[in-house]
């Protein structure tokens, strides 16, 4: 799909100095593949990391690394390009690299071209996690964003110096399929499809649930199928609200994301935000169980006893809690996901009545290579009709492309509002 997407994209990639920039040669490529044109901005310390030389064998274009390159500048080439550009993209984005955009520097070709480009603008941070949660990182890329930067991650995981922690550059799977999106809803008309005018509420991601300040229960839900619906719905031109876990992925360019880690959290938003919705998918993988007490302190091993037990209570139902809503706080179409291990269709229809869902996206997450933390995805759908239940499978293919099928079902299956009233016939009291 992203090919459909970029085919014919004029891309800006700016490097910056950090070990993160092997991965701008994988960007380069996936942004080749994909169709797009692309010319790649090196700062001077980014060539410490990557030859210039990598990056112009892999984009076909001469790689620009000065400001004060006579040749390229006797035509006010800065300029040029900077309205050559479809999208900024910089990946990686050091944290003194971010200071300097935030201050509206232009000291060097990168920044220069950042000022003088309308184009739509994403970066990708990568830094040490002691330097991405410091005070003055978190500020600015506070104010980048409030300037309409759109921020890549970062993810969280091992890094390059030994330390653990937020802070690594986002895959460039990801920072690709986020310059998707964001292309996608930048184009100059408003997007048009099915959803306009409507609100679209969906879960997504893992919960956690803290067992004391160091341990908690949670799944291997990566978030990306949640992600992916609402990138769909965003598509067909809804207003989209992700309430999600935690989760390392950047939030679809128009969505509004609220952030909550407890099941507890995510039932409170849902119940919130439900009666507002047109559509309400819980996609989330929500923890069943709590613990019972959290520990104050972290829980010690014991030399005398090779056993630990917990006690753990029932976390609230969220999906069908927003399916029994009463009235016109229960919105007109909720859909449930249901991720199983055996008799993936006879769970599902199950849940489908018993919830009192709408639709029901059934998958065995068992299945090598699909379900939790892979980009493809396999799935009953199930839905209830007035002469009986429809199924149907969706067999294996990329959870962009499952979400657009889930979306497309669920907005069939949504009333359509009556059509507004002639503005010279007044409704009647």
């Given at each position: 799909?992203a090919a ?54 892999l ?98 995981g ?62 291997h ?22 309430i ?30 439900a ?14 169980y ?11 091993k014991?030399d ?28 007109p ?51 209830r ?27 069939t ?17």
């Amino acid at each position: 799909m992203a090919a459909l997407m970029l085919s014919g994209k004029r891309v800006l990639l700016g490097v910056s100095a950090g070990i993160a920039a092997y991965k701008s040669a994988l960007i380069t490529r996936l942004l080749k593949q994909a169709g797009c044109e692309v010319r790649v901005v090196m700062t001077h310390g980014a060539q410490a990391f990557i030859t210039p030389m990598t990056l112009q064998a892999l984009s076909g274009e001469p790689v620009r690394t000065s400001l004060l390159d006579t040749d390229a500048e006797a035509g006010m080439g800065h300029i040029e390009l900077a309205r050559w550009a479809d999208a900024v993209l910089i990946a990686p984005a050091t944290a003194d690299l971010i200071a300097r955009l935030v201050h509206g520097f232009a000291d060097d070709l990168l920044t220069t071209l950042c000022l003088a480009s309308d184009a739509p603008k994403l970066i990708a941070p990568a830094m040490n996690q002691a330097m991405w949660r410091h005070p003055a990182t978190q500020r600015n890329v506070a104010t980048l964003s409030q300037d309409g930067w759109q921020l890549i991650g970062p993810a969280a995981g091992d890094q390059a110096c030994g330390d653990t922690g937020p802070g690594r550059m986002s895959e460039p799977d990801d920072i690709v399929a986020a310059l998707e999106a964001r292309l996608l809803s930048s184009t100059t008309a408003p997007p048009v499809g099915a959803a306009t005018g409507k609100h679209v509420v969906i879960t997504a991601g893992p919960t956690r649930e803290a067992l004391d300040p160091v341990r908690y229960l949670s799944n291997h839900s990566s978030g990306k199928m949640g992600y992916a619906l609402a990138a769909a719905a965003l598509e067909q031109g809804a207003r989209v609200t992700l309430i999600s876990g935690p989760v390392a992925l950047s939030t679809p360019f128009g969505a509004e994301r609220i952030a909550v880690e407890t099941a507890a959290e995510m039932h409170a938003a849902a119940l919130r935000l439900a009666p507002t919705a047109d559509v309400f998918i819980g996609c989330a993988a929500v923890s069943d169980y709590r613990a019972a007490e959290t520990a104050e302190h972290k829980l010690k091993k014991t030399d005398d006893d090779d056993t630990l037990t917990l006690t753990l209570v029932k976390n609230p139902d969220i999906i069908a809690e927003v399916a029994a809503l009463d009235g016109n706080r229960r919105p007109p179409i909720v859909i449930g996901f249901a991720a199983e291990t055996q008799d993936v269709e006879r769970y599902a229809e199950d849940k489908l009545a018993r919830k009192a869902l709408d639709m029901i996206v059934a998958n065995d997450v068992s299945a090598a290579g699909l379900g939790f933390g892979s980009d493809d995805n396999a799935a009953w759908l199930l839905w209830r009709t007035p002469s009986g239940n429809i199924s149907e499978h969706q067999s294996p293919q990329p959870k962009s492309q499952l979400a657009r099928t889930i979306v497309h079902h669920a907005l069939t299956l949504a009333p359509t509002p009556p059509p507004p009233l002639p503005s010279n016939i007044e409704e009647s009291s």
